[in-house]
């Protein structure tokens, strides 16, 4: 079935002033009408990976960013020039700047939503002010009712206070130090679950960490080819406690040399990917798989 282009509101965003996001996904859409209008299906088969990964990276909504190794897959994949990759990978990175400045927005507005809660608070405690009142004796009503609602949330907060008194250990029965040990701000942070990995094909190899996150799971290795005729890639793919590929990606070709790659592998479900699958190939298009190795969330 061949792929249908954006309408409606979504196309609406990718003229200037799109984000990054938008752009990128509109840009790999793009790269594979260049290359012949190669069907999705087709593109996921050379790359490993499932054909609805392929349409989340060009969603012209842009929710679903393409991470930099996958941009680099496809790139190769399309066999384009290097001005291309150039383009993608800058587009990249404004993904990220823009994830970084909506993680500080979002904080930021906190705090306001905060203030605007107890404002509406004290709204409430007043409610029933007379409307109809003289206008000489309006000005008492207010008076009185800005009165009536400061002492109304006064005794929210200091009743406040008295339960958290009457709550609180004291320091004669040890309490205090009690509460502190319990505090969840005293517990250290628990670190993400590891697993190592080692995969060895001749001459050629690649081997590193994965890091088990929620909703992903980071992927940091080395890749390493001795002889220039010799090309391998790397292929992670994530799968449920189900079965079901959740994401797949590729570290990138390597010919006579030895590179680090660093990426996150998609796994976007509740308590994140069961099984990680990391597959040597031998770069092609579309690679052979020479060795896999799977590891198991600890």
Not at 192 to 218: A, E, H, Q
């Amino acid at each position: 079935m061949p792929d249908r282009g954006a309408t409606g509101p979504e196309a609406e965003g990718v003229g200037d002033g799109a984000s990054a996001r938008v752009e990128l996904a509109r840009t790999l859409r793009e790269w594979r009408a260049r290359a012949g209008e190669l069907p999705q299906k087709t593109v996921a088969r050379r790359l490993n990976i499932a054909q609805t990964t392929v349409s989340r990276y060009e969603s012209p909504d842009g929710r679903h960013p393409a991470p930099e190794a996958a941009v680099r897959a496809l790139w190769s994949c399309y066999r384009l020039a290097e001005g291309d990759l150039d383009q993608a990978l800058a587009l990249r990175a404004r993904v990220d700047e823009e994830l970084r400045a909506g993680a500080a927005s979002a904080k930021v507005a906190a705090p306001v939503a905060a203030g605007e809660a107890v404002g509406e608070a004290v709204v409430a405690a007043g409610a029933g002010e007379p409307s109809a009142a003289p206008a000489a004796g309006r000005s008492r009503h207010r008076v009185a009712w800005v009165v009536g609602a400061t002492a109304a949330l006064a005794g929210v907060v200091a009743g406040g206070l008295l339960v958290h008194r009457l709550l609180a250990p004291t320091a004669t029965t040890g309490g205090a130090d009690e509460a502190r040990r319990s505090s969840p701000a005293a517990a250290p942070p628990a670190a993400f679950p590891t697993t190592d990995f080692d995969i060895i094909y001749g001459n050629t190899s690649t081997k590193g960490t994965l890091t088990w996150y929620n909703r992903s799971v980071g992927l940091s290795g080395q890749g390493k080819s001795e002889d220039s005729s010799g090309c391998r890639d790397t292929t992670a793919t994530s799968y449920s406690a189900s079965g079901s590929e959740l994401g797949s990606i590729h570290t990138g070709v390597v010919c006579g040399a030895s590179e680090n790659y660093n990426a996150a592998i998609p796994a976007d479900v509740a308590g994140g990917a069961s099984t990680v699958r990391i597959c040597l190939d031998d770069g092609a298009t579309p690679p052979a798989v020479l060795k896999c190795q799977d590891s198991r969330r600890p």
